[in-house]
């Protein structure tokens, strides 16, 4: 990997909001970022886990209000596919499967509507960033170790995660890209995945999720934030753009179209309303 592949961010010590998948929803990028202004979170204290642009309105727009606030992005697979011209999400669909068949109509949305400035950011974001907290040292990487559009989830198995632990050579890895927040305890290691904000998180509300990491004198503080916003404009917006309605629907209903890509004990989950929950990391 090319030294400018990876950007080090040095060290925290005090909170650090990150969250995933803006994925074209102005409506909740604006959001999130008051929610981080009102917790005095600086700019510089925020990383998002990628895709800035996917399923929602207003690709070109997200984009901008991410570049002005001025906080850390990771290299997502739509950041790929779009600042280098590839010729889908690059998300590895099964060929004519729902999600396949919605993608389309999305993706060309965005790639019609970005100018070559933003594509020119998405080519040059990091594909991976580096941290310390707390004597801890993280990664934050989109999907996984080795593929940016590879799907991690909380039933992905502990041996795959410690594999991908060792091979970045860091105590925690952040992750991205399935749109469900987790945390797994590996070894006394972490994987944590602090969901998305663009798409609910398949739990039948229109909340959307992201995450706070608080170093303690004991050790890591990481809690779960629902984000409430303005889902009915994102869907209007969505709608103005004649973008699938089936994601449109998403937004408020909080029910994925289809569930192709979801190993079987997340679409056990279908519907049931996750809670704000707090996984300590103790330095011990």
Not at 87 to 114: I, M, P, Q, T
Not at 150 to 173: A, H, M, N, Y
């Amino acid at each position: 990997m090319a030294d400018t592949a990876v950007q080090d961010l040095g060290c925290f010590d005090t909170p650090v909001l990150v969250f995933g998948g803006p994925y074209s929803n102005l409506q909740a990028t604006t959001a999130l970022l008051k929610e981080a202004r009102s917790r005095g979170i600086a700019p510089e204290n925020i990383i998002c886990t990628g895709d800035v642009v996917a399923y929602c309105g207003d690709a070109n727009e997200t984009v901008d209000v991410i570049r002005t606030a001025g906080i850390h992005v990771v290299m997502g697979n739509c950041e790929e596919s779009l600042g280098l011209n590839m010729a889908d999400c690059g998300c590895g669909f099964e060929e004519g499967s729902a999600c396949d068949l919605l993608s389309v109509k999305w993706f060309a949305h965005a790639n019609n509507s970005l100018d070559d400035d933003a594509k020119k950011w998405m080519a040059a974001l990091p594909r991976r960033l580096t941290f310390s907290m707390n004597g801890r040292r993280m990664t934050v990487i989109h999907g996984s170790a080795d593929e940016i559009s590879r799907f991690i989830f909380s039933s992905t198995p502990l041996e795959d995660k410690r594999r991908q632990i060792d091979e970045l050579g860091v105590d925690g890895v952040i992750g991205g890209h399935c749109g469900l927040p987790f945390n797994t305890d590996v070894d006394g290691r972490i994987w944590h995945n602090p969901g998305v904000i663009g798409m609910p998180a398949n739990d039948a509300t229109a909340r959307t999720w992201f995450s706070i990491l608080s170093p303690t004198p004991a050790g890591i503080d990481f809690t779960a934030h629902a984000l409430n916003y303005d889902h009915q404009g994102a869907a209007q917006s969505m709608g103005r753009a004649n973008l699938p309605q089936a994601y449109a629907e998403t937004l408020t209903s909080g029910l994925w179209p289809n569930m192709d890509v979801l190993p079987a004990p997340e679409r056990a989950l279908k519907g049931k309303a996750l809670a704000a929950d707090c996984y300590f990391w103790s330095k011990d």
